[in-house]
Nanobody, 126 residues
Framework: QASLEESGGGSLQAGGSLRLSCAASENSFATYCMAWFRQAPGKEREGVASIGSGAVTSYADSVKGRFTISRDNAKNTLYLEMNSLKSEDTAMYYC????????????????????WGQGTQVTVSS
């Protein structure tokens, strides 16, 4: 069972950049499909970006061109590079993991993921 811990959140001005990290305890990290989700106050949790075990990526339309998801399998770590941040990016950001049915599979659907971190807060002021 994977244990996930996010870090890197913070408060910053619009237009700035931030990199989130998610450290996984599981040594089979490389076989997991990983994703970032976020939840703003009063809103449902939404998928932001995902990366399959074969490194195929998907992004929500709202973050395409601004966010980049990546993984370092040697370090059991997932990243989310966030640039050109906007106030609407303010949310709690969660890391999630699941075993994919095949290597190129990835998903931005919350129900597809079995393991979740506790979240890290990102606050962007305009």
């Amino acid at each position: 069972q994977a244990s996930l811990e996010e870090s890197g959140g913070g408060s910053l001005q619009a237009g700035g950049s931030l990199r989130l990290s998610c450290a996984a305890s599981e040594n089979s990290f490389a076989t997991y499909c990983m994703a970032w989700f976020r939840q703003a106050p009063g809103k449902e949790r939404e998928g932001v970006a995902s990366i399959g075990s074969g490194a195929v990526t998907s992004y929500a339309d709202s973050v395409k061109g601004r966010f980049t998801i990546s993984r370092d399998n040697a370090k059991n770590t997932l990243y989310l590079e966030m640039n050109s941040l906007k106030s609407e990016d303010t949310a709690m950001y969660y890391c999630a993991a699941t075993f994919p049915p095949y290597e190129s599979w990835n998903s931005l659907r919350e129900y597809a993921y079995n393991y979740w971190g506790q979240g890290t807060q990102v606050t962007v002021s305009s």
